[in-house]
């Protein structure tokens, strides 16, 4: 059931991103709701399996690819309506392609990205990479990001559009940095699983 949920989560992503090609409040208003709904299904899928003891290595897996889709199909498609420079999606492919990268290398250990079994070592690298606290941080900051810049895209003038935009916008770079600053341990502690010759 959390794997399915997952999936659907990853298909529901890009129907919301499709729809924003069609420029029409009622339209967007309803891809703002769907895009919460996109949002609540992360945290879903979780509590299903944690629920009923579904969690698993394949699980855990298929969560950071159902993550990417989202994340990347968000922020590809703002790029493509012109609400984003080219560089913020850029850096969100090219660190999730180095991190998830290096997780399968470290998973093919017995290392999972999260969890018990975590392929951080360091206090500070589980800290800024798998505390509740940072994957809180980074996940608020993309939804709200998410969220928000389709709220003030919306092809009509309502109450409070400035505000909205500027929160959207301030939401996006600080997302950004958590991208950023997330993958750097996961790129530093990752040296251990390719040992060198002389070890």
Known sequence: MANLI??????????????LFIKN?????????????????DGLD????????ECSKFG????????????????????????????????????GLVTDGLRSVALEQGFTAFGS?????????????????SRFSYAFFK????????????????PYHNIISSIAYASA????FF???RGLPVIIESKRFFPSKND
Request: proline fraction near 3%; include cysteine; hydrophobic fraction near 65%.
């Open 143 to 158: 939804a709200v990001a998410f969220a928000l810049l389709i709220a003030a895209h919306v092809p009509q003038e309502y």
């Open 179 to 181: 991208c950023i600053v």
């Open 25 to 41: 409040p009622t339209v967007y208003w309803t891809a703002f709701i769907l895009t919460i709904v996109v949002i609540w299904m």
């Open 60 to 95: 855990a897996v298929l969560d950071i690819i159902g993550d990417r889709i989202v994340e990347n199909v968000y922020w590809i498609a703002f790029l493509a309506l012109g609400w984003l420079p080219v560089w913020i999606p850029l850096v969100v492919v090219v660190r």
């Open 173 to 176: 770079y600080i997302a950004v």
């Open 117 to 133: 079994s975590t392929m951080m070592e360091s206090k500070i690298g589980k800290f800024i990479v798998a505390s509740n606290f």
């Open 6 to 19: 997952s999936i659907f989560r990853a298909i529901l992503a890009i129907i919301v991103i499709s729809i």
């Open 46 to 53: 979780g509590y299903v399996a944690r629920k009923f003891n």
